[in-house]
């Protein structure tokens, strides 16, 4: 085991391979607050990656309703109960990761699921925390509550797949950080898919070895977001790249909402991998809950979040979300208007502030008709 | 007035006709005669051969070698299940867990594999059986493949792990989900779960629930299939073997062979695997261990219980075990 700083738990933590970062670090901001659960991001990755014989229940993308959903089945909660409930010193994980629970010799610490745990996808969805007496009204505070949780392959900076995989046939690219398992090495062992704590590595009965979220490089290669980023109609997902190697960017939009402002956090970082999808949480969902899914910092994002019509430059980056199909790497409030850059310099976005409004007449006189507001 | 009617050069035809026969009889008489002495020979050379057979056998027993006897069964087509396996000379070999590198193996649940081997000179086969109460072939999430496999050093003093960088071993492995893909067809979603499958497979024929690999035939449709499209063994829809030819410089290098002489078949009956592997004994690849007649060598064994969850390392595995090659 070598040693890894860990920046997501403000620690040096335990590791079987040691590497430098890549050049830059594929990311993803999710708003849980804008997401509907339509599932359109779902069909689009399934639909172009994963439509093949074998792959029938394989969803790299999903999304699963908080708290009872979860695809595959209960993979959250079986992950809680072997593993120690999180304590956080401040912003220091107190407890042992994945890595650093059974030692050396063995894989990161796992739970494997089975056939049936892949069958429903949508069980749990749209439910709430609990039934609802009659004559129940809201008085400030939801007394019953649910959201969104929208899941794709975390690519991340410390991957238990990669770690499990006894043929080293995953890997982490250099150029941008993304996690591929290598389709000819691999044996299909499913060691990947146990000790992936998000359950995002999936064995293909068909072709009889493991497969994954493949951050849409092709995509990526041409400075395109991935498919569930561009498809989604609520524009509540962001894609771009993390600097890794030198300090935090301020134009850089990831890093200015995720390193700089703090806005987004990482799901489960206690169990070490280094996730790189970061939420925004649910402002109307308990800080408890919360706190065991996203680490310390759920209370801070919610002041932030709430807070963002005072903030320009943190509100400019979010309106950038869903405005362009190219990956915006530098972004400025110019004015009255949020401005992103692709990695060549090209402007591919620029969004108002304040959308602007036109008030037609009932009567059109060009097409001698009434309007009538029929939606 | 001559009453030869012979023409003169027809006589002299005759001259040499005789020759001829003579030549003819002459060189029958000797082949005959180097035949005879050539069989004199070979059975002399065959008792000395079965003599020192015999008394290699016995050495061997005593040393507690493996003796690799011979026979004249074709051993091509040789059952696992055949009766010339009753007199064959036997090794029963305690099987271990495989402790030393991540993943282990947590729980053995086969005790014991017995190891036989034959040749006839020009082939040799391996045999092995160990006792499996379940016959487990298919797999998906979370189950997994009965399987054996013989490793054979390439250096001396390889280590039995595998082998390392400077002593690489060759490898024989059988799966009971390849012995099913030979035996019925290839093992597809609906072998597993019957009454699953998507409304649309792209660019597939036939009709739901589509079958890999007949309604697969055109290539557009093997898109989705990216292990088989890079040419990953694991993804072979149409395979002729149960067996594939390995090599290893140590755990995780486990590499297939691009060319393989290796065929086998294994029986589940009475709650045992009985598992063949036949091989020519001498090949011209370098990454094939090579089986001389009077030689010593040494063997490994690996079993994997997929109801034990066993799969890649999680394995039951044997230390190295001495043979004999017979005479």
């Not at chain 1, 430059?313 to 790497?329: C, E, N, S, Y």
């Not at chain 2, 507690?64 to 006897?69: D, E, Q, R, V």
Request: charged content about 25%; proline content about 6%.
């Amino acid at each position: 085991m070598t040693k890894r700083y860990n920046w997501q738990l403000g620690r040096e933590m335990e590791y079987p391979y040691d590497a430098p970062p890549p050049q830059r670090q594929v990311a993803y901001i999710f708003d849980t607050n804008k997401c509907i659960e339509c599932q359109t991001c779902t069909v689009a990755c399934k639909t172009c990656w994963t439509s093949g014989k074998g792959q029938e229940t394989i969803f790299w993308n999903n999304v699963e309703t908080k708290p009872y959903g979860g695809y595959p089945l209960q993979w959250d909660t079986k992950l809680l109960q072997i593993t120690d409930p999180a304590r956080w010193k401040g912003q220091r994980l107190e407890t042992p990761t994945i890595f650093e629970t059974d030692g050396e010799k063995h894989p990161p610490r796992g739970h494997r699921p089975v056939t049936e745990d892949y069958a429903a996808p949508n069980l749990g969805e749209d439910d709430i925390t609990g039934t609802v007496d009659l004559g129940a009204h809201f008085g400030g505070v939801h007394p019953m509550w649910m959201f969104y949780l929208a899941r794709i392959c975390n690519h991340c900076d410390h991957p238990a797949c990669l770690a499990a995989c006894p043929r080293q046939a995953i890997y982490k690219r250099d150029e941008d950080g993304i996690v591929l398992v290598d389709q000819q090495r691999c044996r299909g062992y499913q060691e990947c898919v146990k000790a992936c704590p998000y359950k995002k590595t999936f064995f293909n009965l068909v072709s009889r070895v493991s497969e994954k979220c493949i951050g849409c490089f092709p995509r990526v290669e041409q400075g395109q977001v991935a498919l569930c980023v561009e498809s989604c109609i609520g524009k509540i997902r962001m894609h771009g790249f993390l600097s890794t190697r030198e300090e935090p960017r301020e134009d850089n939009p990831l890093d200015y909402i995720i390193k700089i402002k703090k806005l987004a956090l990482p799901l489960y970082p206690q169990q070490g991998t280094g996730p790189n999808v970061y939420y925004i949480p649910p402002v109307h969902v308990p800080n408890g809950f919360l706190e065991q899914l996203f680490g310390p910092g759920v209370e801070r994002s919610k002041q932030i979040y709430r807070a963002l019509a005072k903030d320009k430059q943190l509100l400019g980056a979010l309106l950038l979300f869903g405005a362009t199909d190219r990956i915006i790497t530098r972004f400025a409030v110019e004015k009255d208007e949020a401005v992103g850059w692709a990695d060549n310099g090209e402007e591919v976005a620029r969004v108002p502030f304040t959308e602007p409004v036109y008030i037609r007449n009932h009567y059109d006189e060009k097409h001698d008709v009434y309007r009538h507001n029929t939606t | 007035m001559s009453t030869d009617t012979t023409r003169p050069e027809t006589k002299e035809r005759g001259g040499l006709i005789e020759l001829l026969v003579a030549i003819a009889v002459t060189a029958v008489v000797v082949v005959v005669g180097l035949v005879a002495a050539q069989r004199q020979l070979d059975a002399s050379i065959d008792g000395s051969r079965r003599q020192l057979a015999a008394r290699q056998q016995a050495e061997s027993a005593e040393l507690g070698l493996l003796f690799i006897a011979r026979t004249t069964e074709s051993l091509a087509e040789l059952d696992p299940l055949s009766a010339v396996w009753d007199d064959t000379p036997a090794a029963e070999l305690k099987l271990q867990k495989q402790t030393i590198a991540m993943p282990m193996l947590e729980q053995t649940t086969v005790d014991n594999v017995r190891v036989q081997a034959l040749t006839d000179g020009r082939l040799i086969a391996w045999r092995l059986e160990w006792k499996d109460p379940t016959h487990d072939a298919n797999v998906d999430s979370g189950r997994f493949s009965d399987a054996v496999a013989l490793q054979f050093p390439l250096e001396p003093l390889a280590p039995h792990t595998m082998g390392d960088h400077r002593h690489p071993v060759s490898i024989l492995h059988w799966k009971a989900l390849w012995q099913k893909d030979v035996d019925e067809h290839f093992q597809d979603v609906q072998d597993l779960h019957p009454n699953y499958w998507a409304d649309l497979y792209w660019f597939a024929g036939g009709t739901a629930p589509q079958r890999v690999p007949d309604d697969f035939g055109d290539p557009r449709s093997h898109t989705w299939f990216v292990a088989y499209q890079a040419g990953n063994p694991m993804a072979d829809f149409e395979r002729k073997l149960p067996v594939e030819e390995l090599a290893a410089i140590g755990f995780g290098t486990l590499t297939p062979q691009a060319e393989s002489l290796t065929t086998g078949r294994g029986v589940w009956s009475d709650g045992s695997w009985h598992v063949v592997f036949v091989r020519p004994a001498q090949t011209s690849d370098a990454m094939d261990y090579q089986f001389w007649a009077g030689d010593r060598g040494s063997v490994g064994v690996a079993v994997w219980d997929g109801a034990g969850g066993n799969v890649g390392g999680r394995k039951h595995w044997t230390n190295w075990t001495d043979f004999t090659v017979s005479h």
